[in-house]
């Protein structure tokens, strides 16, 4: 009953795309997932997060997503409905919640197992856990004695009214909540390690989807990728282009090191500060690898086309960034690499 040609371990918009590929295929699969529910890490992002472009340019394979209610680009809550629908539509099987504590080598394949003792074996495993469960924290953190929180863990602006915020790191997610908690907080200080870079108003997802497929064919046919800026660059939504006209969009560089109330910058200059929200990235969620001898220091697994492990080729990994597929950590961009992925194990 436990036994597979495929077991995808993750059902968030990365495992989903994999699963309608596989749906496809004349091969046995199950999809293990940690969550209570659908919606991958989008049921954890905070409740204003919207995406940065229409919902028809942010769909799965084989079924776009609706429209958004009000206009506009779809909110958090709807792309998890959409997410949800997309898994009982291709009546995707999932088992949830199961968390997965280890992939291991077996004579006819991986073995999977779960933090209850379950045991699942396939003859190829689809890693796609994402990067939300392993937030990254700067060790200094520790010095801290105040309110601090990963962007992982943060949900609405109110729960900072009234205070000194300091928000920590240059990517959209730093500007997104920089924006909404400087119209609550007492003060609110953004801290980038390098200049922020702002996207012109009339850029967003559609532009980066466009500029991310051409850099994918430049490479593909041999030819050096278009000039394109960086594709990290921040997104000029709305909230944003509001925080921008009350003059509040502007940083800080890094300070040297914190004090239990504090943040202190090279040149001496002090800072009280009762908040801080950290804005600092992920890490590939890989834990379960571990058995396999496969994450190098970087965190990261080795791979090659198709996401495909190269000291295990029984392993592909799927959806934790450009190194496992170009743009696959999104919405717009997993359809290619779960293509390719499950390709690459029909004919392995």
Not at 157 to 173: E, I, K, T
Not at 216 to 231: F, K
Request: aromatic residues 8%; proline residues 8%.
């Amino acid at each position: 009953m436990n036994d597979f040609d495929v077991v995808v371990v993750g059902a968030g918009q990365a495992g989903l795309a994999a699963g309608y590929f596989l749906r496809r295929q004349k091969q046995s699969f199950v999809m293990l997932d940690a969550g209570e529910a659908p919606g991958g890490a989008w049921r954890h992002a905070w409740d204003s997060l919207t995406l940065f472009s229409p919902a028809q340019y942010s769909s799965l394979p084989g079924w776009p997503m609706p429209p958004a209610a009000a206009g506009g680009y779809p909110s958090r809550d709807e792309v998890i409905a959409y997410l949800a629908a997309y898994e009982a539509r291709y009546a995707l099987q999932v088992r949830r919640p199961v968390r997965v504590a280890a992939v291991r080598r077996a004579e006819a394949g991986l073995v999977v197992e779960a933090e209850d003792g379950a045991r699942w074996t396939a003859r190829a495993v689809i890693s796609a856990t994402g990067t939300w469960s392993a937030p990254y924290i700067p060790p200094l953190a520790s010095d801290f004695a105040g309110k601090q929180i990963h962007s992982a863990r943060y949900r609405r602006a109110q729960d900072f009214a009234g205070l000194s915020v300091l928000v920590v790191g240059g990517g959209n997610s730093g500007a997104q909540i920089l924006a909404e908690v400087s119209r609550h907080a007492a003060s609110a200080t953004w801290v980038t390690e390098r200049p922020p870079v702002f996207l012109p108003d009339e850029v967003d997802g559609r532009v980066l989807f466009d500029r991310a497929t051409a850099r994918i064919t430049a490479e593909r046919e041999g030819r050096p990728p278009p000039p394109q800026g960086d594709l990290g660059n921040i997104v000029m939504v709305p909230p944003v282009v509001e925080a921008r006209a009350r003059g509040v969009l502007t940083s800080r560089p890094p300070f040297a090191r914190l004090e239990a109330d504090a943040a202190i910058w090279p040149d001496g200059s002090r800072l009280s500060v009762d908040a801080i929200i950290w804005c600092t990235g992920f890490r590939p969620a890989l834990a379960h690898l571990k058995p396999l001898g496969l994450v190098e220091p970087d965190g990261r697994v080795r791979v090659g086309a198709a996401g495909q492990a190269l000291a295990e080729p029984r392993l592909f990994l799927l959806g934790y960034g450009d190194w496992t597929g170009s743009a696959s950590a999104t919405l717009a961009g997993v359809t290619r690499a779960a293509r390719e992925t499950v390709a690459a194990i029909a004919f392995a």
